[in-house]
């Protein structure tokens, strides 16, 4: 188990730095691969950061441990943000990242449960937060402290399991569950295909204590996964407004950032970029 | 003219015409005495609680029960989420549901990760007049192509009690069919041992054999002690579990009898009978098969016995197709 867990005083200089590992972690494995969905890693990094290294309460020397919290990523094609983080925290070596991708990889394109550290098969959308109800009752009932995070997407909202999971999550009144909720505006078409909002809104309507931040601000995650901790008897949302392609400017401003493809020659300029960004950013 | 059969309100049994005895709920009676000695198994329906005969359960164990409501892919992803704990969940509603509606969440959810959840499947192919829409005419065909999922159809109340015990015990992701409500006794329960994966003779004959599955296995026995007051000998092979299957069972038999007879509560293509296809072909044993099942179709509402003679799945209709093939 770790040590700093609930930190009162979280050292946000520190987690900011672990965001930006992901991101160079991230841009190195793409570069590896040529492509990959560098745009929805870059713009999760700062939450897996908060989540892997201040409020999961989890040991990477132990990934089957019956009480820790569980990190569900049901956006599968975000892998590359997870392997990211599992790296950092030492679930797997850092020097196996250069694989992601390839074949007889455990880091795939997509999340499969067998990779250590992965708690679901992600990537069938709209799969993650009915699991994560299911495992936030089965916790509860093992009076396990342990608490559920389910990260989805705003363009997996679409899919009405999602809605089927809401109304029993709040149902059970599961305040063991948190809803990351990356709302990033794209999804395989193009810009978010299906207006979702309001979706704060819609989140309350359906009985969650809910919290819209910036999710590329590091002090409002913190913050908001501070007050999810409250035993309020409702599941939590959390909306996070990110940046596809945060860190990278490039990347940022590109149109249609789902499935990022870069030539050979751009990695180069890319990750100079990245490199010049994160040090005008304080921390 | 005789009064016109009408269809039943959803829950009712049906009168029967036989000397069998009856069980009440065997599905619900087997999983409470199983769950007192066994915290781990928890369960779960989409709204479908009564006519599924889990409320025993509930009632004896209401801290581990959870209706879901009408939402039946959170029910599978739920018992995924459950087994991910430790728990074994029964998870039930009807087959029509389970399968067309949540398949995605039985195949990836549960079956990829080879979890401990079992989808138990009510109103199995032709045992409700309300139509296509509760008809779960196709359900073994659709279950039978996940990979490592164990598929059971059992034949009676006997075989519904042991075989909610026996899947507790297998670890891994289990869809059996469910007959509910006041459920006939056809196997003794002092003689049968319910086995996944094995298929059992019930009968020996020589001119015709009959592979059965389900409630049909109920209407060979009947269709083989009919015939052979007429000099026919029929046997009967009941195939429980369509996956695993019991090939080596299925090919022994069909070498001892000089007709071959498929029977299921399904559509003819893509269960049992081509189950037996397969097997035959696969080990070069030339027989000739006929298919008894539902015909390519959806099923019109209606009264059951009258539906269930009309497209070939009583008894005496049994009796005659066998009688014709001779």
Same mark, same amino acid.
């Given at each position: 188990?770790?040590?700093?867990?609930?930190?009162?005083?979280?050292?946000?200089?520190?987690?900011?730095?672990?965001?930006?590992?992901?991101?160079?972690?991230?841009?190195?494995?793409?570069?590896?691969? =040529?492509?990959?969905?560098?745009?929805?890693?870059?713009?999760?990094?700062?939450?897996?950061?908060?989540?892997?290294?201040?409020?999961?309460?989890?040991?990477?020397?132990?990934?089957?441990?019956?009480?820790?919290?569980?990190?569900?990523?049901?956006?599968?094609?975000?892998?590359?943000?997870?392997?990211?983080?599992?790296?950092?925290?030492?679930?797997?070596?850092?020097?196996?990242?250069?694989?992601?991708?390839?074949?007889?990889?455990?880091?795939?394109?997509?999340?499969?449960?067998?990779?250590?550290?992965?708690?679901?098969?992600?990537?069938?959308?709209?799969?993650?937060?009915?699991?994560?109800?299911?495992?936030?009752?089965?916790?509860?009932?093992?009076?396990?402290?342990?608490?559920?995070?389910?990260?989805?997407?705003?363009?997996?909202?679409?899919?009405?399991?999602?809605?089927?999971?809401?109304?029993?999550?709040?149902?059970?009144?599961?305040?063991?569950?948190?809803?990351?909720?990356?709302?990033?505006?794209?999804?395989?078409?193009?810009?978010?295909?299906?207006?979702?909002?309001?979706?704060?809104?819609?989140?309350?309507?359906?009985?969650?204590?809910?919290?819209?931040?910036?999710?590329?601000?590091?002090?409002?995650?913190?913050?908001?996964?501070?007050?999810?901790?409250?035993?309020?008897?409702?599941?939590?949302?959390?909306?996070?407004?990110?940046?596809?392609?945060?860190?990278?400017?490039?990347?940022?401003?590109?149109?249609?950032?789902?499935?990022?493809?870069?030539?050979?020659?751009?990695?180069?300029?890319?990750?100079?970029?990245?490199?010049?960004?994160?040090?005008?950013?304080?921390? | 003219?005789?009064?016109?059969?009408?269809?039943?309100?959803?829950?009712?049994?049906?009168?029967?015409?036989?000397?069998?005895?009856?069980?009440?709920?065997?599905?619900?009676?087997?999983?409470?005495?199983?769950?007192?000695?066994?915290?781990?198994?928890?369960?779960?329906?989409?709204?479908?609680?009564?006519?599924?005969? +889990?409320?025993?359960?509930?009632?004896?164990?209401?801290?581990?029960?959870?209706?879901?409501?009408?939402?039946?892919?959170?029910?599978?992803?739920?018992?995924?989420?459950?087994?991910?704990?430790?728990?074994?969940?029964?998870?039930?509603?009807?087959?029509?549901?389970?399968?067309?509606?949540?398949?995605?969440? +039985?195949?990836?959810?549960?079956?990829?990760?080879?979890?401990?959840?079992?989808?138990?499947?009510?109103?199995?192919?032709?045992?409700?007049?309300?139509?296509?829409?509760?008809?779960?005419?196709?359900?073994?065909?659709?279950?039978?192509?996940?990979?490592?999922?164990?598929?059971?159809?059992?034949?009676?109340?006997?075989?519904?009690?042991?075989?909610?015990?026996?899947?507790?015990?297998?670890?891994?992701?289990?869809?059996?069919?469910? *007959?509910?409500?006041?459920?006939?006794?056809?196997?003794?329960?002092?003689?049968?041992?319910?086995?996944?994966?094995?298929?059992?003779?019930?009968?020996?004959?020589?001119?015709?054999?009959?592979?059965?599955?389900?409630?049909?296995?109920?209407?060979? *026995?009947?269709?083989?002690?009919?015939?052979? =007051?007429?000099?026919?000998?029929?046997?009967?092979?009941?195939?429980?579990?369509?996956?695993?299957?019991?090939?080596?069972?299925?090919?022994?038999?069909?070498?001892?009898?000089?007709?071959?007879?498929?029977?299921?509560?399904?559509?003819?293509? =893509?269960?049992?009978?081509?189950?037996?296809?397969?097997?035959?072909?696969?080990?070069?044993?030339?027989?000739?098969?006929?298919?008894?099942?539902?015909?390519?179709?959806?099923?019109?509402?209606?009264?059951?016995?009258?539906?269930?003679?009309?497209?070939?799945?009583?008894?005496?209709?049994?009796?005659?197709?066998?009688?014709?093939?001779?």
């Amino acid at each position: 188990m770790r040590d700093n867990l609930y930190a009162d005083t979280p050292d946000l200089q520190a987690l900011r730095m672990r965001a930006k590992n992901l991101r160079r972690h991230i841009l190195a494995m793409a570069r590896g691969q =040529g492509q990959g969905y560098v745009g929805q890693g870059l713009g999760i990094a700062d939450l897996l950061a908060a989540l892997y290294f201040h409020e999961l309460r989890h040991d990477p020397q132990n990934v089957g441990w019956p009480d820790r919290d569980r990190f569900l990523l049901s956006t599968g094609h975000y892998s590359i943000a997870l392997w990211a983080a599992l790296a950092e925290c030492g679930v797997i070596p850092l020097s196996e990242l250069s694989t992601y991708g390839a074949d007889g990889s455990r880091l795939d394109m997509s999340t499969l449960d067998t990779t250590p550290g992965v708690e679901i098969i992600g990537g069938s959308l709209g799969h993650g937060l009915g699991q994560g109800i299911g495992m936030a009752l089965g916790l509860r009932l093992d009076g396990s402290p342990a608490r559920v995070f389910v990260e989805l997407s705003d363009g997996e909202m679409q899919e009405g399991a999602t809605w089927e999971a809401a109304m029993a999550g709040a149902h059970f009144g599961l305040d063991n569950l948190v809803a990351l909720i990356d709302c990033n505006g794209i999804q395989a078409d193009g810009a978010v295909v299906l207006d979702m909002e309001p979706v704060a809104e819609k989140w309350r309507a359906f009985g969650w204590q809910t919290a819209e931040i910036d999710g590329n601000d590091m002090a409002a995650i913190v913050a908001a996964l501070r007050e999810a901790r409250e035993g309020s008897g409702k599941p939590k949302a959390i909306v996070l407004r990110t940046l596809p392609g945060k860190g990278v400017p490039t990347l940022e401003r590109r149109e249609k950032a789902h499935f990022v493809r870069v030539d050979p020659g751009e990695w180069d300029a890319l990750v100079a970029e990245f490199e010049r960004t994160a040090e005008t950013i304080d921390g | 003219m005789a009064e016109q059969a009408r269809t039943l309100a959803m829950g009712q049994d049906e009168a029967r015409q036989d000397a069998r005895g009856i069980v009440e709920a065997p599905f619900g009676r087997a999983l409470v005495d199983l769950a007192r000695s066994r915290p781990e198994i928890v369960g779960l329906t989409a709204d479908l609680g009564k006519y599924t005969d +889990i409320l025993p359960f509930r009632d004896a164990f209401p801290d581990r029960f959870f209706n879901v409501g009408m939402a039946e892919q959170n029910l599978v992803a739920v018992a995924a989420g459950l087994a991910r704990t430790g728990k074994i969940p029964y998870a039930t509603t009807y087959g029509v549901f389970a399968t067309r509606r949540a398949y995605d969440f +039985i195949a990836i959810a549960c079956a990829h990760s080879a979890l401990d959840v079992k989808i138990i499947a009510g109103l199995p192919g032709l045992t409700t007049g309300y139509g296509g829409t509760h008809q779960a005419i196709e359900d073994l065909a659709l279950m039978r192509m996940i990979p490592g999922l164990v598929v059971i159809d059992p034949c009676d109340a006997t075989e519904i009690a042991q075989a909610t015990a026996a899947i507790a015990d297998h670890p891994g992701p289990v869809y059996m069919r469910l *007959l509910r409500g006041n459920v006939p006794v056809v196997l003794d329960p002092a003689a049968y041992r319910f086995e996944i994966g094995k298929a059992k003779v019930l009968r020996e004959g020589r001119d015709v054999g009959v592979v059965s599955t389900g409630l049909m296995t109920e209407r060979a *026995l009947d269709a083989a002690a009919a015939l052979a =007051g007429r000099g026919l000998s029929v046997g009967v092979l009941h195939v429980s579990t369509l996956k695993p299957f019991d090939a080596e069972a299925v090919a022994g038999f069909a070498a001892s009898v000089d007709r071959l007879v498929s029977a299921e509560n399904h559509v003819a293509g =893509g269960g049992l009978g081509s189950l037996v296809a397969e097997c035959l072909f696969d080990r070069g044993i030339a027989k000739k098969l006929h298919r008894i099942g539902l015909p390519d179709r959806f099923i019109e509402c209606g009264s059951v016995p009258h539906l269930q003679a009309r497209f070939g799945l009583t008894s005496q209709r049994v009796a005659e197709t066998i009688a014709g093939l001779v």
